[in-house]
């Protein structure tokens, strides 16, 4: 019995699996909402107890618990898998063409909130583990799940874990959770990912809304918000918070290759997204060093006053902003939440409210390391195709939390796409990729043996 | 029989008027939303057939129908009485203390939304005729009702309908709909509005929400929507739309006089709004005129992408505001609202979508109009004070295309109060201002026949 056996095994159980994500995706797991979270765990449990014979540990934190558990195989290699089982929120609603957490099959693709980040990917790992179960009955080295429950909410008690628990933790490479094929169905093979501050501003003004006949004379908190925005970012998308660039590591040599070698679609993501342009009109590898080289400052969402149907004329007592700024290896969010307090409290605005939702550093793991070539082998043997190696991705993840900082490498592959809208509506994948997901996972964890 | 009687009879009267004040602000008639519209013509039929015995004119507008009366006096004399029976949104609904549909009496006062604007003075002054007509039985004058349903969404059918019935407007004089005690709880009477124009901006990106990684080079167009705002005005409040403030009428040397004896209570205003300051520190006749005198351009809502709790990381596929305009005598909103494109146009944002709401020009009443003494001295009568004299309320109303137009002179007074919260939440009146505002109706249909 061999891998080619372990695939047919995969082949005649795909609806099988496909129904395991179906179940796992109608668990509307929204760990900002705390929404569906027990329901989550539960579900799990269950999978690994029924599925694969083995007992998840449930190992609770000060927030949602993490699930851990270890299948030894007949190496003394360990690759662990990290997930998680939260999602973002699926608003706006109105935008789904069916509904989140109803997993619904269209044209080849599965569509539901959470079955790109990351239901799809845990789900194809256990799959992978149930068919090497059932077709060799032992596993080529030893296997970690690590699946926490607060990774669309910042980790926020990750590190805490990966202080305590870092028995749990050791392994000689991680699989990292997301993955996604390129435009032309290309699997993008991650080894890093960017890091992040994410603050929310609030602007107070009178102690009521008021009617707006009053906007002459009391100030609005709006404007205000409109002009210490302003104040964040220049028309050539620098970002002028004093000290923002300065403990920036500048990409190394192979890491400037890499570059030139990604693959970014341009024009299909242009079309697809029925743009004209991307800022500032840059292409090429300005773009590609943009996207994943250089930080970002983001305004994920602006509320103030009355924002229902036709007109109010009312002038708003608060106006607040959510903003995520993606940071690269060197940038330490702590600090940069500091300067941006200052930065504010030196411009006129030391009234402004900041809160910190999540704080995390960049991570990059080398692209010598054993991991990667066996990723590379692997992605090769099933697909046909050399995966696009994305040096650092312009997402986030708690990767220098759990693995950098313990020199653990780590890399990313999975089974979405480009058009897979991860927090966005109508998130989806292609029921194909999944499958060939999982068939990858289970080459990786022989080729990794041999590596 | 005299004025004596009629202001006993409505002291006894006083249950019954507020029952019917608080049975019509149940009635959640917000045009915005058109929600109990029809109910509210019903309600205001059955009052003037029962308590008046006099029918209500229902005329069938684009929109909501405008009603209307006329009750025969003994003299050849005018006046108008105009007020609205829809009211703005009730949201933010969670900081009402007792829900906005049902009235509710706390500490002297009626909470409700309408209840200050406007339908406190409307049933007043149908309380006012129906005490003349009970203790008198005859009227001093003509009174005409006539009561539109989309004050608060512009009065946008008001222009066809002073154009097609010229004489169901005719009148010496007009008491217009708004009326407020200042925080001496003195009676300010009005002698004119500013005009506005509402706008609702939409500027839009990618076809979808995206995942805010992305947002390292696709452009965000709340990023966009506050580069745009922030062309609209500078640190020193002036607006900088090329044209905007050429055609402003300035204020007569009698309208500057009448400006340096208004009183605002800027302390109290200040600690009632728990506010330090007004807008760039100004106070005394600088603030008075800036809020009398003085366009402006107000933020009334902002919205973009994620504003639930917690962390959303998404790059929004659209961001839009909707702003008001305050306008002074001269300025032509359909003149700005060209300028606007044209700035827009002209500074980067030819995408910016502009859709228009609501457009009144300014309107000025003389005060040396016989109204304006006959109201000053009916105030002084009832309350024994003189009232403060608002040349030009920061406020809006169409008050141009009823009045102005027609070379009607138009004064406005009532029963609400400076902290009345008209428009936001915990709208309320002092039920004593109500029964007096009664009682100043009744000496002003007198007085103005005398005048």
């Known amino acids: 019995m061999g891998i080619k056996e372990i695939y047919d095994f995969i082949d005649d159980n795909q609806q099988t699996y496909v129904e395991w994500l179906k179940e796992f995706c109608a668990i509307p797991s929204v760990a900002a909402q705390n929404r569906g979270m027990e329901e989550s765990v539960d579900y799990l449990r269950e999978v690994f107890q029924k599925k694969l014979n083995t007992d998840l540990e449930v190992i609770t934190t000060k927030g949602f618990p993490l699930l851990y558990t270890k299948l030894s195989g007949t190496s003394d290699k360990t690759l662990s898998f990290y997930n998680h089982y939260d999602v973002q929120p699926e608003d706006p609603i109105d935008l789904w063409e069916s509904p989140p957490f109803e997993p619904t099959i269209r044209e080849g693709k599965l569509f ?28 080529p080295l030893d296997i970690k799940f690590l699946v926490e429950g607060e990774e669309e909410i ?56 008021l009617h707006s006949a009053n906007a002459s004379i009391i100030e609005n908190p709006a ?37 030139m070698k990604y ?62 700024f993606r940071l690269v290896p060197g940038q ?3 600090k940069i939440l500091g300067e941006l307090r200052e930065y504010f409290d030196d411009n006129g605005f030391p009234d402004i409210k900041i809160e910190s939702y999540s704080k ?23 697909t046909n195709q050399t995966p696009n190696i994305v040096p650092n991705t ?9 693995c950098q900082k313990h020199n653990i490498p780590a890399i990313s592959f999975g089974v979405g796409h480009f058009s897979s809208n ?30």
């Open 422 to 451: 991860n927090h966005a509506p109508n998130e989806n994948i292609f029921l194909e990729d999944f499958i060939e997901g999982i068939k990858i996972i289970c080459t990786l964890l022989y080729e990794y043996k041999n590596a």
């Open 360 to 382: 995390e550093k960049a991570a990059r793991t080398s692209p010598n390391d054993k991991v990667v070539s066996a990723a590379i082998n692997s992605i090769k043997k099933v």
């Open 154 to 209: 910042g980790s926020i008690n990750l590190n805490d874990f990966s202080d305590y628990h870092k028995d749990k933790i050791e392994a000689d490479a991680c699989l990292w959770e997301f993955g996604y094929r390129d435009m032309n169905h290309n699997l993008q093979l991650t080894l890093g990912v960017k890091g992040m501050l994410y603050v929310e501003l609030l602007i107070e003004g009178a102690n009521t809304d």
């Open 394 to 402: 312009p997402g986030t993840g708690p990767m220098h939390k759990l």
């Open 263 to 324: 693959h970014l679609d341009e024009n299909d993501m242009l079309n697809y997204l029925e743009l004209d342009s991307f800022i500032n009109d840059l292409r090429g590898n300005d773009l590609k060093h943009k996207h994943l080289y250089e930080p970002t400052c983001n305004i994920c969402g602006i509320e103030s006053g009355y924002t229902g149907a036709g007109a109010k004329t009312v002038l708003p007592s608060k106006a607040s902003a959510k903003l995520d």
């Open 223 to 259: 404007w205000r918000l409109i002009k210490a925005l302003n104040l964040l970012k220049n028309e050539q998308e620098k970002i002028l918070i004093p000290g923002f660039y300065e403990d920036i590591i500048t990409p190394s040599q192979k890491e400037k290759e890499l570059l």
């Open 112 to 139: 539901a909130r959470g079955v790109a980040d990351n239901k799809g990917n845990l789900i194809a790992r256990i799959a992978a583990v149930h068919a090497i179960k059932s077709v060799i009955g032992e596993f």
């Open 332 to 334: 330490n969010p702590e």
